[in-house]
């Protein structure tokens, strides 16, 4: 066929659960509908819709895996049964395979070994898609690249795959690749390249964090030219647990054009027009093509008829801090509604970070479902109660005041306690009296903390570390006021009440355990400490590479030596919404038990040395 032909491409970027396979399948046929509406030719669903991403070990249980096959033959059956089965729909589920075949002549490191071995009764778990028309799975492909850093475990979990299946739908050829396959140069895109092909559709889940929509689109472009093919990512949005994905869903053409590109954090339905020049391809071809094995299925010749071509949208980049601000809204809100949670509660100290995540919870959950409590100690100010107080008008959120010192007292005089001791027992009555309200009325406790305390252990395990979910976990103390100021400003501009005090934002942060108390008596400023633990924890510098990137020697060994010693505080802390490059949790997995320090190097007399 030498005509351009047209097909209208729709991005179905949903929130999926967990587990939820027959939920999962649901929310497929809906969106599917609406794609049919709007007179798509072809839907992309995320990677691993049916099961949700990711289901951990989930993937290892037999049944799991079972259930999913099943689900997506049931799939294909029912969007024929609702009229659906002239829509083609490519949808990401776990596939179960029997035995994982011999090893290809280049493959790439481990991939002769099975995760199933461990267990014999398991065949090989693949991270899979499939596209799906007229009632059947015509054609199942199985993720080639997989992704084993930070967050990402696939290599313990799948099987990679060895081949790229190619449909020919409408006369137009179409190759499937999962998520990670656009990472890698020379994966399958540059397979499909060879081998020839008008159109990739990669269904995604690469989860949030800090401008990673600022690395998509130059990755997506440099995939298609080396396709030689307009290439559609269709990105998974919600919170799972840690993660939160953003969607960012979007479409580019072979010589870079940005056809269309999907809001950040919202379900969206995205159709894009294309006109394909099936001649602009040389040559198509199958057979073995580097590491994989290209097979062609035929579905159907015939082009669409001619339409009109209407013009994607293209979502404008959020800022920063709205970016940040909304992964951490998105996050909370899932985490709590996807575990069917009614409400939360959270102490309020009148401070900056209980103040944040008093926001944040307000816009997840409304005013109605959290529950604010001042727990005033002998050492809390005038201004501590009365900021915590303003903030609970102008958020409207529930807010009551339980004072602590009677019960502190009652302690006192059955143990003596003095100094840190004495300070963290008020944090640990705290911890303990909103645990009891959490237990008593059925809401979740979130625990205040940000990144930067967490790094240095500046909490009170059992006392304010307490909680179920700690929203801004990944969030440190610098950002932390200016996502305050950016939420204020927003609210400016739209005409309504600034939710957080102008006072929580500008007073010195104190723990108030001590009279007088500040951060600061503990701790570096928090310029100095957010910088180390960027390039620490973050960026995994060590102690040579911090001081040559102009960080105080006193001020970096101070903070190493807090960050070190704090590990067993993290592996007790409750779960929180990474949006960093490395977050504590998934992210970052030291042994507690570890006496590695990072030290200045030594040079022995003599001996030579490296610049």
């Known amino acids: 066929m030498s005509e351009p032909v047209q097909l209208r491409v729709a991005l179905a ?54 259930a999913s096959e099943t689900a997506l033959v049931d799939l294909a059956a029912d969007l024929a049964d609702r009229g659906l089965g002239d829509t083609a729909v490519v949808v990401g589920y776990l596939a179960h395979t029997e035995g994982s075949g011999p090893a290809p002549a280049e493959s790439m490191p481990g991939e002769d070994d099975r995760p199933a071995d461990a267990n014999p009764r398991h065949g090989a778990p693949r991270n899979a898609a499939a596209l799906l028309h007229g009632g059947e799975v015509v054609v199942r492909y199985h993720k080639r690249h997989l992704p084993n850093y930070g967050v990402f475990d696939e290599a313990r979990y799948f099987v990679p795959g060895t081949e790229l299946p190619v449909v020919r739908l409408h006369g137009v050829d179409v190759a499937l690749t999962v998520c990670e396959d656009l990472w890698v140069e020379g994966g399958p895109c540059g397979v499909a390249g060879q081998a020839g092909v008008d159109l990739v559709l990669s269904p995604n889940a690469s989860p949030y964090e800090r401008a990673k929509d600022d690395l998509r689109l130059p990755l997506v472009r440099r995939r298609a030219a080396e396709a030689r093919a307009t290439v559609v990512y269709c990105n998974q949005v919600g919170g799972q647990d840690e993660l939160v994905f953003d969607g960012d869903s979007m479409a580019v053409s072979a010589d870079g054009e940005l056809l269309g590109r999907a809001p950040q954090f919202v379900e969206h339905l995205m159709c894009v027009d294309l006109r394909i020049d099936p001649s602009s391809v040389p040559e198509r071809r199958a057979g073995r093509i580097g590491p994989m094995t290209v097979t062609r299925h035929v579905l159907s010749e015939e082009p669409v008829p001619a339409f009109e071509p209407r013009a994607a949208s293209v979502a404008e980049p959020l800022s920063d801090p709205e970016e940040v601000w909304r992964a951490l809204v998105l996050g909370l809100r899932d985490f709590i509604d996807k575990n069917g949670m009614p409400s939360v509660v959270l102490g309020l100290s009148g401070g900056i970070d209980s103040a944040v995540c008093a926001a944040l919870a307000v816009d997840a959950l409304g005013p109605d479902r959290v529950y604010g409590v001042g727990l005033p100690s002998a050492y809390s100010s005038e201004h501590s109660l009365a900021d915590a107080e303003d903030l609970a008008r102008r958020t409207g959120l529930h807010y009551s005041v339980v004072p602590i010192a009677p019960m502190v007292d009652a302690y006192h005089s059955s143990v003596e306690l003095s100094g840190v001791a004495a300070e963290n027992l008020q944090a640990r009555v705290r911890g303990t009296l909103l645990m009891g309200l959490s237990n008593q009325h059925g809401h979740l406790l979130l625990t205040t903390g940000n990144k930067s305390e967490v790094a240095v252990g500046y909490s009170t395990l059992y006392g304010d570390s307490a909680g179920g979910f700690a929203p801004i976990k990944d969030v440190p103390k610098t950002l932390v006021w200016a996502l ?38 503990s701790l570096p400023t928090y310029e100095e400490l957010d910088a180390v633990v960027a390039d620490y924890v973050d960026r995994d510098l060590g102690m040579a590479d911090l001081l040559e990137r102009g960080h105080d020697p006193e001020v970096v060994a101070r903070v190493l030596r807090l960050v070190d010693a704090a590990e067993f505080k993290r592996r007790q802390s409750a779960p929180g919404t990474k949006i960093s490059l490395k977050a504590f949790g998934r992210d970052r997995r030291l042994p507690i038990t570890n006496r590695w320090r990072e030290t200045l190097p030594t040079v022995r007399e003599g001996a030579a040395s490296h610049s």
Do not use: C
């Open 484 to 521: 305050a100021r950016w939420r204020n400003e927003h609210a400016r501009g739209r005409g309504e009440t600034e939710p957080i005090p102008q006072n929580s934002i500008d007073k010195p942060p104190s723990a108030e355990l001590a009279p007088g108390q500040v951060d600061t008596d």
């Open 13 to 66: 970027q949903v929130d999926t659960r967990v587990g939820d396979i027959s939920g999962n399948a649901e929310l497929v046929t809906r969106w599917t509908a609406d794609a049919a509406q709007a007179g798509a030719h072809v839907v992309v669903f995320p990677e691993m819709t049916l099961t949700g991403y990711p289901a951990e070990d989930l993937v290892l249980r037999e049944s799991f895996a079972r």
